[in-house]
């Protein structure tokens, strides 16, 4: 799953910055950008392999990648479509699943496919595990 380039981030963007204020932004940020794995080199100083979404979110735009939620809270206002936790080793097989061998389609599926699929959050995040006593 290859993220946009900033360019077609920035040409796919919604107008308008994502967040009311700094705080709004580093909630979300917190909650989601420093524990994925599309962010991952910044967190060891690679400032030049950054996630190209947050720079679209900084030059005030909103990334057409982040989805807003309906009653939203405070770090929890979109969901990135490119989200995957940096522990999470995702589904274990390829997506899209591929036709069994020697066996043709029903139908194309192109149409049917979007450019990316979203991993389910399957890591345990921090507070949780402190929360259930498992650290
Ligand atoms: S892919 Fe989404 S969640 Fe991950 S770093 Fe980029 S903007 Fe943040």
């Not at 981030?9 to 979300?28: C, D, H, I, K, V």
């Not at 989200?83 to 020697?102: A, K, L, S």
């Not at 389609?105 to 699929?117: H, I, S, T």
């Amino acid at each position: 799953m290859t993220l946009p380039t900033c360019e077609q981030a920035l040409a796919s963007a919604r107008e308008g910055s994502p967040f009311s204020n700094g705080t709004e932004g580093y909630a979300w940020m917190e909650n989601n950008c420093e524990r994925c794995v599309h962010d991952a080199a910044t967190r060891r100083d690679d400032w030049a392999n950054g996630c190209p979404l947050i720079l679209v979110a900084l030059l005030g735009k909103t990334p057409a990648e982040w989805l807003r939620k309906d009653h939203a809270h405070m770090g929890d206002q979109y969901t990135c479509i490119y989200f995957r936790d940096e522990d999470d080793g995702g589904p274990g097989e390829p997506t899209p699943i591929p036709d069994p061998p020697g066996q043709e389609g029903l139908f194309p599926r192109d149409e049917f496919e979007r450019p990316c699929l979203m991993f389910a959050d399957t890591a345990p995040r921090l507070a949780e595990r402190e929360t259930a006593g498992a650290l």
